[in-house]
């Protein structure tokens, strides 16, 4: 009973009185529920890997945004670049082709001036009247250069002379021509001539065919001179 005196008695409160007290707090089911961290709650976890989602797809998108924006920029600079090579490719093919016709239009020109002189010259020295051969070998002279020039200057009286005694008249026809060959400043050239020659108080004859090659020299811009005559069967 000294036991039961010393050790103090226990109050038992029972379980409606707990409602009485106006200053306990009943736990709810919230309170009684344990604190889970988001990684324990479903809820919770479901709720952020959404926003995960979210967040990738975004990211994704982003992504696939800037490569398809880097994608159109190669596009573009692509097609710039291989407009601008284009661009080159035929302004040099034109500037080519432009000057392939300036070099084929100057030689077809020069090609022409050398043969025009080699026929000019041609009818010239197949063309002399008795009546007035110093002005045929003048022509002939002032249509020569170099050594032919010299050459025929020395031998022109006698010529003169013989023309004068049998009162001779000769007239050239060219009959065909070509280029034989050519260089940046010579040509040779083959004339083919037809030559009638009539003398005074002498029976008509016949024309007669010459053949003769011509070398033409260029003396200046568009005037070529004859640098020797050879006659060939």
Do not use: C
């Not at 990684?39 to 995960?52: G, I, K, Q, T």
Request: proline content about 5%; hydrophobic content about 40%; cysteine-free.
């Amino acid at each position: 009973m000294a036991e039961n005196a010393d050790t103090p008695d226990r109050v038992i409160v029972p379980a409606e009185k707990v409602g009485d007290d106006p200053t306990s707090v009943a736990p709810t089911a919230e309170q009684e529920r344990p604190q889970l961290t988001a990684s324990d709650d479903p809820a919770v976890l479901a709720d952020e890997a959404e926003e995960y989602d979210g967040a990738v797809a975004g990211g994704d998108g982003e992504a696939a945004d800037t490569s398809a924006g880097r994608r159109r920029m190669s596009l573009t600079r692509l097609a710039t670049v291989g407009g601008l090579t284009a661009l080159v490719a035929v302004a040099g093919l034109t500037g080519w082709l432009g000057f392939r016709a300036y070099e084929t239009h100057q030689a077809d020109a020069q090609r022409d001036l050398f043969l025009r002189a080699a026929r000019q010259e041609a009818v010239n020295m197949t063309s002399v009247d008795w009546e007035h051969p110093d002005a045929d070998i003048h022509r002939i002279l002032d249509s020569a250069t170099g050594t032919f020039h010299e050459d025929f200057a020395t031998r022109s009286q006698p010529f003169i002379d013989a023309v004068k005694k049998f009162k001779s008249k000769s007239v050239g026809t060219v009959t065909e021509a070509g280029v034989e060959s050519t260089s940046s400043d010579a040509a040779q050239v083959l004339v083919d001539m037809s030559v009638k020659t009539t003398l005074l108080n002498q029976p008509e004859q016949p024309p007669r065919s010459w053949r003769m090659r011509i070398s033409v020299q260029k003396v200046s811009a568009g005037q070529a001179k004859i640098s020797n005559v050879a006659f060939v069967p």
